[in-house]
């Protein structure tokens, strides 16, 4: 039977009260099944208590081994001096791939770290069905064949690359809803980043990007999750809002 079939996932789970609380009415009010969390983040301990009642959602762990924001820093769930390769000399995360990438990295300590963050996600409380990687970090020293082999052990789906991009509609209404209303038959996958404008989030700024220009973005995630034109075209073109399933 032909469908279209539409995975939606919302990134970034954690890493502030506004991401949190945003994500959470986009599952309870609107149209995103999955949710990628970041186990290193400085909202993340609380995130279970918000999101526990979810029960039509999926969880997944957002891999982290790298940190961009200027202001908000994080570093490894373990002992700083079992991973030091994968850390800056204050014990940080580097800002991107490259810089890690650069700092020769010793891939058993990557794994140790991978490995950590997923029994810490599971035990606050998470039931993981998938994981993905944060900032594309799969690349170095084939860390992603690692993941995969640790999906495969936990019976869970590692969905990078699995899926048909939804069209690009570059934070533009009109443009995501033709989009919308023009999907083929097929398998999409919906990368957001919802938010809401709260007091930390203009503390959320890269090197190439201010907090106002992310917030803008975040917020728009957030209201096309939760659009009700967008949901009245889902349901009229039968779209399946899917949640990442082993065997699917």
């Known amino acids: 039977m032909k469908e279209i079939k539409l995975y939606t996932r919302g990134d970034d789970a954690g890493i502030s009260s506004g991401t949190n609380l945003a994500i959470y009415a986009c599952c309870k009010f609107g149209i995103l099944k999955n949710v990628s969390l970041i186990p290193v ?35 490894p769930l373990s002992e700083k001096i079992s991973v030091r390769s994968i850390i800056d000399e204050n014990g940080y995360f580097f800002p991107d791939g490259k810089k890690l990438f650069d700092n020769k990295p010793e891939r058993k300590e990557m794994e140790k770290e991978i490995e950590a963050q997923f029994e810490y996600i599971e035990s606050i409380g998470f039931k993981i ?17 690692f993941i995969n082999e640790l999906c495969r052990k936990k019976g869970i789906i590692f969905v ?80 399946k809002l899917a949640k990442f399933k082993k065997g699917e």
Request: aromatic content about 16%; proline content about 2%; charged content about 30%.
């Open 41 to 75: 983040s400085p909202y993340i301990k609380n995130t279970y208590e918000i999101f526990k009642d979810l029960e039509d959602t999926n969880f997944g762990l957002h891999i982290t081994l790298t940190c961009e924001w200027l202001n908000i820093k994080w570093g």
């Open 129 to 145: 069905s998938y994981a993905d990687i944060h900032m594309g970090i799969g690349w170095i020293y084939n860390i992603e064949d």
């Open 160 to 239: 990078d690359g699995l899926y048909r991009k939804f069209p690009e509609f570059n934070y533009n209404y009109n443009k995501f809803l033709i989009n919308l209303e023009n999907l083929e038959y097929g398998e999409y996958i919906l990368i957001s980043h919802p938010a809401f404008k709260t007091e930390e989030m203009k503390f959320y700024s890269t090197s190439w990007e201010n907090a106002d220009s992310i917030i803008e973005k975040r917020s728009f995630d957030a209201g096309i999750l939760l659009d009700e034109k967008v949901k009245e075209i889902i349901k009229r073109k039968k779209i």
